[in-house]
């Protein structure tokens, strides 16, 4: 049946089929449509550009031109020929292509039908919506500082109604397992990696970034018809198993997306602001102000959702859960069972929670997992009760922008300055909190300028990175605080020597007057070439205090770095106080004070300095 | 052409390192409740990466490391939610009464919007029955899900 129908359909098509050729299909312009553009994805090309770019697609599977030279029309001539010569073969391995082109009358409908592979597929996944998902960035793994987003698949009818039922299309690097993240880094940053679009449940999703990695998911549905969808599927086929270099900043997961829901929208110019580098939460702003996005809807973390439980409790409830977790015997203790049945249901909860929690990241173990189920029963125990709605805490889209340019003036011992600071990415704890995760700072290629009275415009300071993760601990959770810098910084010595330095540390922080407070012991390694011995490393700490706030924060903080004794310059203690005040303006713009105190191998110094940030 | 070579040896490898035996610990109906990291194969590599396990490519066949890859498995001729890999979320909602892991077995068995209330409720007071102990597999809860509905008169025409 199936033979014969193949039979006919090629008897029609290969009647139907050549009379294209003459039909005046102008290749040109064709060709030239932003459709064909997004289908191959050709980057969009900019004023200053001559020659034709090349597709971002590094594998030859994807075209079916074999001409050495790249060129839209080569590739869309090619594509004709093999529909005229294999129409139903071709449509298979490129339905997007033979979907655009069907809507162009220049091939018959129906061919999609006789891929049985892409049509069960199609059938399987059964897709009605496409959501955009935004995991929340994660200082712990490299890969994951600046967020994540991909895209989740929901079936049509009563199968929609539950995530766990969603698909997630994932654009990552292929990694080889064990990879540590560091080398992960360097190499996804350089392109040694190939990247591929992959698919998998969406509750593998949510059991990776909610349940282990404790971020916050955001998924914001896009405005798709059913030809868009159709379309967005029908690429994503053709990309399957396809290899583009993965790179960390700019052709990344995000970047890919982008391109993708291109080719749903083919007159919407997602990519071109990103050309360079693409942060996960620029993206998702790109998409939200194209108008293509509806509300979000957050999921919060597991260690959101404890803490919501938590935060119900007073100090002996909560010493109750950490005894409740700890043995089920708890559950038939006199001080358990004074409680109420409502408090017991919320106190059960919350130990359970907790086990959870604590126990996500080991291996099994019987006596946790009977404790688990202790709790559970007990919980159920006393009826169904709702889930406690947590609040929805701002939008990433809605944060400031990711790039930011600071212009400001400033005294240090009565000579003026005005100093000019670029940084190409990301926050700083005392920049408005909303929208980005608390307790974080990423920075990511920051330089300073400096022009002084009677003096030229000189360097000041250039960081390449600098990062900081305050994590509060408590009796509940035990996090490390650490902080990462490197770059080069001027000194406040005679010399005003510029020094190049890596330095690092880990300590705990704990909250403490409504803010957190801190300490970060680590080491200091310094290239000085004013010094006789340009090299040394010192032990170094800084403790500070910080309230972060959507308008105002502050952060007040000292640190002192001990290089060691003798005389050379270089040798000895430096010691600072500095404290900052940032005030938001807008969405985009904060006024920041910032007062500072250094003694620099017995030399002291004192600085104002008052800066207007913009964000961009 | 090297790039290609490298993907397939990544693809190869990442494959052969999670390979389980079909149905045992972690995996499709012999899972266990609580088993923790160990119960999320996949997350070994995704969790510095974002990166793929090689296996999950496209949800289209079932996975070479004998766990289902496109999150559902046949139960009785039905395809079924992986209820084993959502083992934890399941046994929680189940205790609460409600909740997406619930409501995805719900819809999987093809229970109507009207009778997912009975079917949620029915499930959560038979908490005991389903979750006997922790060691309970993911088969034992199912063939549990279908003795609850047989006997339950709004559930039963769903699984008769």
Same mark, same amino acid.
């Given at each position: ?616 | ?15 052969? +390192?999670?390979? =389980? !035996?079909? %149905? ?11 088993? *923790?990291? /160990? ?51 399941? +046994?929680?909602? =189940? !205790?609460? %009464? ?11 068995? *093809?229970? /109507? ?48």
């Amino acid at each position: 049946m199936f033979v014969l129908r193949m039979t006919v359909l090629t008897l029609l098509l290969s009647a139907s089929l050549p009379s294209y050729a003459q039909n005046s299909v102008d290749i040109g312009q064709l060709a030239a449509t932003p459709m064909w553009r997004a289908l191959l994805h050709i980057p969009r090309s900019t004023s200053f550009s001559i020659n034709e770019p090349a597709s971002y697609v590094d594998d030859p599977r994807f075209f079916i031109d074999r001409n050495e030279i790249f060129s839209r029309e080569g590739e869309l001539s090619a594509t004709l020929e093999a529909f005229q010569l294999n129409p139903i073969s071709t449509a298979c391995r490129f339905p997007a292509r033979y979907l655009w082109l069907q809507s162009q009358n220049i091939l018959p409908a129906g061919l999609l039908s006789e891929c049985a592979e892409y049509m069960e597929w199609r059938e399987k996944i059964d897709v009605e919506r496409v959501v955009l998902v935004l995991a929340a960035s994660y200082l712990n793994s490299p890969s994951s500082m600046y967020g994540h987003t991909f895209l989740r698949l929901d079936p049509a009818g009563e199968r929609g109604e539950s995530a766990f039922l969603s698909y997630a299309l994932n654009f990552a690097a292929s990694i080889p397992p064990g990879e540590n993240g560091m080398l992960y880094a360097y190499r996804g940053i350089l392109g040694g990696y190939p990247g591929l679009f992959s698919m998998q449940p969406y509750y593998e999703k949510i059991q990776e970034y909610s349940r282990l990695e404790n971020r916050d998911i955001w998924e914001y549905p896009l405005s798709m018809n059913a030809a868009q969808i159709d379309m967005l599927l029908a690429h994503t086929w053709e990309l399957r198993d396809i290899n583009f270099d993965y790179y960390f900043f700019d052709e990344n997961c995000s970047f890919r997306l982008l391109e993708l829901l291109e080719v749903a929208f083919p007159d919407l110019d997602l990519t071109s602001p990103f050309a360079h580098a693409a942060m996960p939460v620029d993206t998702v702003r790109e998409v939200v102000e194209s108008g293509i996005a509806e509300q979000p809807r957050y999921r919060a973390s597991k260690r959101i959702e404890l803490e919501a439980v938590l935060a119900e409790l007073d100090a002996a409830q909560k010493a109750m859960v950490i005894r409740l977790a700890t043995a089920e015997s708890q559950l038939k203790h006199p001080d358990y069972l004074a409680y109420s049945a409502d408090q017991r249901q919320l106190l059960a909860t919350a130990a359970y929670r907790y086990l959870r929690y604590i126990s996500n990241r080991e291996e099994r173990s019987p006596a946790q997992a009977n404790r688990s189920l202790a709790l559970l029963r007990e919980m159920q125990s006393y009826g169904p009760r709702a889930v406690r709605q947590i609040e929805m805490p701002g939008r990433p889209d809605q944060g400031h922008p990711t790039s930011m340019l600071s212009l400001s003036g400033g005294s240090s011992e009565d000579r003026q300055y005005a100093d000019m600071e670029w940084r190409i990415s990301y926050h700083d704890a005392l920049d408005s909190v909303a929208g980005y995760p608390e307790g974080a700072t990423l920075m990511m290629g920051r330089l300073k300028l400096r022009w002084r009275d009677g003096d030229t415009l000189q360097l000041q300071g250039f960081d390449p990175i600098a990062i900081r993760s305050l994590a509060p601990r408590d009796a509940f959770f035990k996090p490390i605080s650490w902080q990462v810098n490197a770059g080069l910084e001027r000194l406040e010595n005679i010399e005003e020597s510029m020094v190049a330095r890596v330095s690092g540390g880990a300590g705990a922080s704990v909250n403490f007057l409504k803010g957190v407070a801190y300490g970060l012991p680590g080491l200091r390694l310094e290239h000085n070439d004013d010094a006789e011995d340009p090299w040394r490393i010192a032990a170094q700490i800084n403790v500070g205090q910080l309230w972060q706030g959507n308008v105002w924060a502050t952060e007040l903080r000292a640190s002192y770095i001990d290089f060691g004794g003798g005389d050379d310059i270089g040798r000895g203690v430096r010691q600072s106080a500095y404290l900052g005040i940032n005030r938001v303006l807008s969405a985009n713009q904060a006024m920041r004070l910032s007062l500072e105190y250094r003694k620099e191998f017995g030399l002291e110094s004192t600085a104002a300095e008052l800066a207007w940030r913009h964000y961009f | 052409m090297k790039k290609l070579f490298i993907a397939s040896a990544v693809l190869a490898c990442s494959s052969a +390192s999670f390979a =389980v !035996a079909p %149905g045992g610990p972690n995996c499709g109906w012999g899972n266990m409740l609580f088993a *923790g990291q /160990s119960g999320l194969p996949s997350h070994l590599v995704a969790s510095i990466t974002n990166g793929t396990s090689g296996n999950n490519t496209f949800g289209m066949t079932s996975g070479t490391n004998g766990c289902s890859a496109d999150g559902t498995l046949t139960y009785g001729g039905k395809k079924m939610v992986n209820v084993g890999a959502i083992m934890d979320e399941f +046994s929680e909602d =189940v !205790a609460r %009464g409600d909740g997406e892991a619930l409501t995805a077995v719900a819809v999987s068995l *093809g229970v /109507s919007a009207e009778d997912r209330p009975a079917f949620k409720e029915s499930l959560h007071n038979n908490f005991d029955l389903l979750f006997p102990s922790a060691d309970v597999q993911a088969d034992s809860v199912m063939a549990s899900i279908v003795a609850i509905m047989k006997q339950d008169q709004r559930l039963a025409k769903y699984v008769s």
